[in-house]
């Protein structure tokens, strides 16, 4: 599915089946917004050579953005990492243990992918080993009584960047990192935690709220995490079977490694694996032209492409769940004066309906597109025919991207779509 906002903004939903794999344009700047599936791997690695083959000579993007860890999110991440050279990942900080409840998932997946085990253990770490230039984490709050590291401030205008002695503006992308602020507190909880890394270099702790932009795009993430009572219990429960004081990266090896430990956690907290959904960063993004361009749907024999009348934004929510109120209150506020600039809005969770809220279709007014990325053959239930329907009766057009084809469903006037200013004509 790729779709065409003017001239210099696009975006392609790649068919992966019961995952997510995006990838996408704002002028030169390139982006990857997730990349994996609980599908066929083979077909997903299919996917990124004819990623890879698109960007040409470079083979080279400038932000990966990792909504969060779950496998069907992250299961091409090796395969991409070895075929383009990403200048910035952006991604949630998650406590190892929380990263333990990502290891629940089935031993057939973690034998089979060794280097999965390894991402769990130090996603920093990895990912940097992998050639990429620098990591950003957001998190959006800590646990209560977090323990503290005497070694740095916990006022958030503290250096939490590199290591003395590294100038920030020589760093790859770091005239963009820079616009988010510092989160020192994050720092002291991945130092207290990320053993391997006691001086991070080309790693940074920021804060989600602000936004990056450039000439050529503007760039604004959100993302919430887990209940830090859950957490507490979870940790206490950890020490206990492990005896160990704290959860750090040595206690999420023991644990990966050994299938009964995993087992008698699960049985524990088996919630709490749908529960980091929500840790999912979701991403705006929009072009900063206001150039004009004419407006058209055609289908090829191997793809669609959607041209909107003006370059307006696209908003990717991961696996993020607004059905609560105040979880969507928070999001739309966060969002509040952009959710009306989107034209393309990815649907929460593969179209679940416990992740759904009916009030983005009031908030996003001019959001035309409503896209689900999901299996033909998801035993879920996704996408629900409840989101559908919520779609399709504002006269809104829902797509479906599943393994290999595209399901359009919408309500039409002389196949004709209205919304706001902006015109699509399906040509038949």
């Known amino acids: 599915m790729k779709i065409s906002l003017g001239s210099e903004m696009k975006i392609v939903f790649h068919n992966v089946g019961q995952g997510l794999f995006t990838s996408g344009n704002c002028g030169s700047f390139r982006y990857v917004y997730d990349c994996g599936t609980n599908g066929w791997q083979s077909l997903l690695y299919t996917r990124i050579s004819e990623f890879t083959q698109s960007l040409g000579k470079t083979s080279a993007i400038d932000a990966l953005i990792i909504s969060h860890m779950h496998s069907d999110h992250t299961s091409g991440l090796d395969k991409l990492l070895s075929r383009v050279h990403v200048d910035t990942v952006y991604l949630p900080y998650l406590l190892p243990s929380e990263r333990i409840v990502i290891g629940w998932q089935g031993k057939e997946f973690l034998d089979a992918n060794p280097w999965f085990s390894d991402f769990l253990i130090d996603p920093a770490n990895w990912l940097l080993s992998r050639g990429v230039n620098s990591v950003v984490f957001f998190r959006q709050s800590l646990p209560e009584n977090q323990e503290s590291d005497s070694r740095f401030d916990n006022d958030s205008g503290s250096d939490s960047g590199p290591k003395k002695g590294t100038n920030k503006s020589d760093l790859p992308g770091a005239s963009l990192i ?29 804060k989600h709220h602000n936004e990056i932009s450039s000439p050529e795009f503007l760039m604004k993430f959100y993302n919430v995490c887990t209940d830090p009572k859950i957490i507490a219990s979870l940790e206490n429960d950890v020490k206990n079977m492990l005896s160990v004081p704290k959860i750090d990266q040595n206690a999420l090896k023991v644990i990966l490694k050994d299938s009964s430990l995993r087992y008698n956690l699960m049985k524990s907290y088996e919630k709490f694996w749908s529960d980091l959904n929500n840790t999912s960063l979701c991403s705006f993004l929009v072009s900063s032209s206001n150039e004009f361009c004419s407006s058209r749907i055609a289908q090829t024999e191997d793809s669609m492409n959607i041209l909107l009348i003006r370059k307006l934004g696209i908003i990717l929510t991961g696996d993020i769940s607004l059905r609560r109120k105040k979880a969507f209150d928070k999001f739309a506020d966060h969002y509040k004066g952009l959710l009306t600039s989107t034209k393309v809005f990815q649907v929460p969770h593969h179209g679940s309906k416990d992740n759904w809220n009916s009030r983005l279709l009031d908030e996003a007014t001019d959001a035309m597109l409503w896209i689900v990325s999901a299996s033909r053959q998801c035993n879920y239930g996704h996408p629900s025919n409840e989101i559908i329907s919520s779609v399709v009766n504002r006269n809104r057009v829902f797509l479906w991207v599943d393994e290999d084809i595209h399901i359009i469903c919408c309500t039409s006037f002389a196949n004709k779509f209205y919304l706001s200013d902006c015109m699509v004509v399906i040509e038949k």
Do not use: I, R
């Open 178 to 206: 820079s616009q988010l602020e510092d989160d020192a507190k994050l720092m002291n909880s991945y130092l207290n935690y990320e053993l391997s890394t006691p001086n991070p270099v080309h790693l940074y702790f920021k």
